[in-house]
């Protein structure tokens, strides 16, 4: 069969697996193969497809600029993967990584000041979510323009996205080096907040600093679990995602390749230790961790339910007892428990502090949701159309629920005065969680909606003929603007949604306001 390839063509998309000129499968990205005519053997009979030595000068490759290797799925030098594709390395590379690890950092100093202001972390959560989505958006298949691209991108760094630092640029970092380095995220922030608290209790500071240190450590531990678990589920599912390269006919028949990494072979060494990695952080994070808030919670409502159980007349004679039997002395009883509510709080507050009581359980449902979307997500990579239309439903049936039952609590009191008003409907937009979560849930609906418009230009309407409805030149700039309109506008929307709530954090912990009561949040309503 080598003679039959020499001078076989090879179209641009395609890469031939063997000598055999019939087995050609498709490449991932399409344009990483330019094509071309083979045109030698080497010196052991294989064929001269792209910069092998032993080949004839002047062969072409048949791989682009930035691609080399089999199928021309890995990245040249001075190249790296971003959304499968490879891209030219920025100059200064090593900035992207500092500026990556300021942002963990950052990350993590904001969740510390949260934690200790106690204060509602509704718009922060919210708006997490939703520049994740708008992140994961742009690795979808469908063919956004460049300048949309561009612009959801960034957004993939709330999804932990480590290709945005470029690491390949100034060290080898494989594909499973970079994928471990993620899935290690939670465990590192885990080990330093333990060195924290040894720390703390080797400085000999006392015993209440300590306790207070350790329930902090907890809440930070578990608002981060929260914000990354998208990321968590998203990358532990990856590694089982394979798909097939289609041949020239349309069919099947290629080799299957990790979507993530094309270069990596679907049954191959290194992708079968892949998925045994990927089976223990499914159990450890994308199973444990809903597991572990539901825990939190269940003892967080039971305390909350149980203060409340006590009647202020029974509270009003323990104090009574009290005075007479110790000399004045206040009744231990409800301050104990009022200490281990607000000890209690302190540690899982933010899993359910910015719900209304009967909904405390809700950030299961939110859990859902992202296990939903993620699951259609990867499971869908390989059918664009497909995958926008169950991303849309899961997005739909999220803003569907969050509308029948409002579960966030108020983050302060609205007055009810004034409904009318422009600056009555502000006060509600900025300070009602209910409102930002259904504005975060219908922005990504219309941008998902804008992205499916890029999939075709014509509409078929029963056996008629299709119809176009706008031409393709004419309609892709009004869908940019009205994608981008929708971006900024929302994004903007979220700045100024955050923007108070975090000056509350930072004048608490700068000690220019009063900390809040934390045992008044939900057992005297």
């Not at 975060?440 to 003929?465: E, M, N, P, T």
Request: a positive charge; aromatic letters at 8%; one cysteine or more.
């Amino acid at each position: 069969h080598g003679d039959a390839a020499v001078g076989a063509y090879i179209p641009a998309g395609f890469w031939l697996e063997s000598m055999d000129p019939l087995q050609v499968s498709s490449c991932d990205p399409p344009l990483a193969c330019m094509g071309g005519r083979l045109s030698s053997l080497t010196v052991n009979g294989s064929l001269c497809v792209g910069n092998m030595s032993g080949c004839d000068a002047g062969v072409t490759s048949i791989c682009a600029m930035a691609y080399y290797g089999q199928r021309c799925s890995l990245c040249s030098l001075r190249h790296y993967r971003l959304h499968k594709e490879c891209v030219r390395c920025p100059s200064l590379s090593w900035i992207f990584v500092l500026v990556f690890v300021a942002g963990l950092g950052a990350l993590l100093g904001v969740a510390f000041a949260v934690v200790r202001a106690g204060s509602s972390i509704a718009p922060l959560t919210v708006a997490v979510d939703y520049f994740q989505v708008l992140g994961r958006f742009a690795k979808m298949g469908l063919p956004w323009s460049p300048s949309t691209r561009r612009v959801l991108t960034p957004f993939s760094l709330a999804d932990l996205n480590i290709q945005l630092a470029a690491p390949e640029c100034f060290v080898s970092a494989s594909f499973t080096s970079k994928w471990l380095v993620v899935m290690g995220v939670p465990l590192a922030c885990g080990l330093l907040l333990a060195v924290l608290n040894v720390v703390v209790g080797c400085v000999g500071c006392g015993s209440s600093r300590r306790g207070r240190v350790r329930e902090r450590s907890i809440g930070v531990m578990l608002l981060l679990l929260q914000m990354m678990y998208l990321t968590l589920v998203a990358k532990a599912l990856e590694v089982f995602d394979c798909s097939s390269s289609s041949s020239l006919s349309g069919g099947g028949g290629g080799r299957r390749v990790l979507d993530s990494d094309p270069s990596i072979e679907c049954g191959s060494l290194e992708q079968v230790k892949l998925m045994a990695l990927g089976s223990v952080f499914v159990v450890l994070y994308v199973v444990g961790i809903p597991v572990l808030f539901w825990w939190c919670l269940r003892r967080s409502v039971s305390a909350i339910e149980h203060f409340k159980s006590v009647s202020e007349k029974q509270r009003q004679l323990s104090r009574v007892k009290a005075l007479q039997s110790r000399g004045g002395s206040e009744s231990s009883s409800s301050v104990l428990e009022s200490a281990e509510l607000s000890h209690i709080e302190v540690q899982f507050g933010c899993l359910y502090r910015r719900f209304k009581l009967r909904f405390a359980y809700w950030l299961l449902v939110v859990n859902a949701r992202k296990v939903a979307f993620v699951f259609v997500f990867i499971m869908m990579s390989s059918r664009p159309a497909m995958q926008a239309v169950f991303v849309l439903a899961v997005l739909v049936a999220a803003l569907s629920l969050q509308i029948a039952f409002s579960p966030y609590e108020l983050l302060r009191e609205v007055s009810r005065g004034g409904v009318g008003s422009v600056r009555a409907w502000f006060v509600r937009a900025r300070d009602d969680p209910n409102l930002i979560e259904m504005s975060s849930l219908a922005s990504s609906i219309a941008v998902l909606l804008s992205g499916q418009l890029y999939l075709s230009s014509q509409l078929s309407i029963g056996d008629q003929k299709k119809v176009t409805i706008v031409s393709e030149n004419a309609r892709q700039p009004v869908v940019d603007v009205a994608c981008l309109v929708v971006i900024f506008s929302s994004v903007l929307y979220m700045m100024v949604v955050l923007l108070r709530p975090l000056a509350s954090v930072v004048m608490s912990v700068c000690g220019l306001s009063e900390s809040k009561s934390r045992v008044t949040r939900y057992p005297m309503s």
